[in-house]
Nanobody, 119 residues
Framework: QVQLVESGGGLVQPGGSLRLSCAAS????????MSWYRQAPGKQRELVAA???????NYADSVKGRFTISRDNAKNTVYLQMNSLKPEDTAVYYC?????????????WGQGTQVTVSS
């Protein structure tokens, strides 16, 4: 079965950096669009960054210029490099994999990793 395992979260001071990793198994990784979502307390889950199977990327306006999403198909892993972190970046970050099969889109989610930005 499909499994996504996030890692790399933690506590960091404003202006600091973290790199999140998401390791995928049970899917042909190179055929999946990958993305990172986050959910802060009291807010809905939002898309942070996405990368297609052709490595095109999209970012939420709030993280443009600070976050970078990348993928390593040989390692079945997607990364989110987060720089210049702000308190408002505090959230649980979730990895998502999307694939198409038999005309339908399937979404898979990791369990999330906590990112806390605080002084």
């Amino acid at each position: 079965q499909v499994q996504l395992v996030e890692s790399g979260g933690g506590l960091v001071q404003p202006g600091g950096s973290l790199r999140l990793s998401c390791a995928a198994s049970g899917v042909i990784f190179s055929t999946c669009a990958m993305s990172w979502y986050r959910q802060a307390p009291g807010k809905q889950r939002e898309l942070v960054a996405a990368i297609t199977r052709t490595s095109s990327t999209n970012y939420a306006d709030s993280v443009k210029g600070r976050f970078t999403i990348s993928r390593d198909n040989a390692k079945n892993t997607v990364y989110l490099q987060m720089n210049s972190l702000k308190p408002e970046d505090t959230a649980v970050y979730y990895c998502n994999a999307a694939r198409r099969w038999d005309g339908r889109t399937y979404d898979y989610w990791g369990q999330g990793t906590q990112v806390t930005v605080s002084s």
